[in-house]
């Protein structure tokens, strides 16, 4: 079965810091697609990236990266130069080709950027 | 603007309530989901569809229905049954299974 840890419980960084969120998954698939989603204040989640289980190019969109290695089955998320709106619940999720319920979302890593 | 919305953002009943929170897109997305998540917890599927006139349950679907007779709505009904209401209820769609699902801005019940 598939699982997604994200150890991090709570983390906390001042302004401006670099800040790098990690995303460990668990899959016997080899086709298989990885999420980063941001869940702010309001409460609505956002989704950020998505990434397919044969293209392990690391990605970078302004502020933020992310870094996938399948040899250690990680997609870490990587915010440079994080900012106080950078403040949120940050959750990664893994979805397998197949059929039935795909879709499992990690517990979420609170990131909190002081100013 | 396409997108999902999800109505009312605050909900309150009295225990021993059904309650039908609603979920509308116009994406034009097959698949649509429904999630609860506890304060301070992550998300746990209550049911999904992949397709109208068929629904699967979830990890936690004891106490909640779900009928999907349109494509573009997926209403959840909280029964009396659900020992636990109180929760953030997050509906999601996605065009494919694979793809990348996008959520409302989702309903906070409380039952008194």
């Known amino acids: 079965a598939q699982k997604v840890t994200q150890a991090q419980t709570e983390i906390s960084v001042v302004e401006k810091e670099d800040v790098t969120l990690d995303c460990v998954y668990e899959t016997r698939d080899t086709t298989y697609y990885l999420f980063w989603y941001k869940q702010p204040p309001s409460g609505e989640l956002v989704f950020l990236i998505r990434r397919n289980s044969f293209d392990e190019q690391n990605e970078i969109s302004g502020r933020y990266s992310w870094n996938f290695q399948k040899s250690t089955s990680s997609f870490n998320f990587t915010i440079t130069a994080s900012q106080v709106v950078d403040s949120a619940v940050y959750f990664c999720a893994l979805s397998e080709a197949g059929y039935g319920q795909n879709f499992v979302f990690g517990p979420g890593t609170r990131l909190s950027v002081l100013p | 603007d396409g997108g999902i919305t999800q109505s009312p953002k605050y909900l309150f009943r009295k225990e021993g309530q059904n309650v039908t929170l609603s979920c509308e897109q116009n994406?034009?997305?097959?698949?649509m989901y429904w999630y609860r998540q506890d304060p301070g917890q992550g998300l746990r599927l209550i049911y999904y569809s992949q397709i109208v006139n068929d629904f699967q349950k979830g990890d936690i679907a004891e106490g909640y229905s779900v009928s999907r007779e349109k494509k573009e709505s997926f209403p959840l009904t909280v029964t009396s049954a659900q020992k636990n209401p109180t929760a953030f209820y997050l509906c999601?769609?996605?065009?494919?299974?694979?793809?990348?699902?996008?959520f409302g801005p989702g309903t906070r019940l409380t039952v008194l």
């Open positions: 999601a769609s996605s065009g494919d299974r694979n793809n990348e699902q996008f």
């Open positions: 994406l034009n997305h097959d698949a």
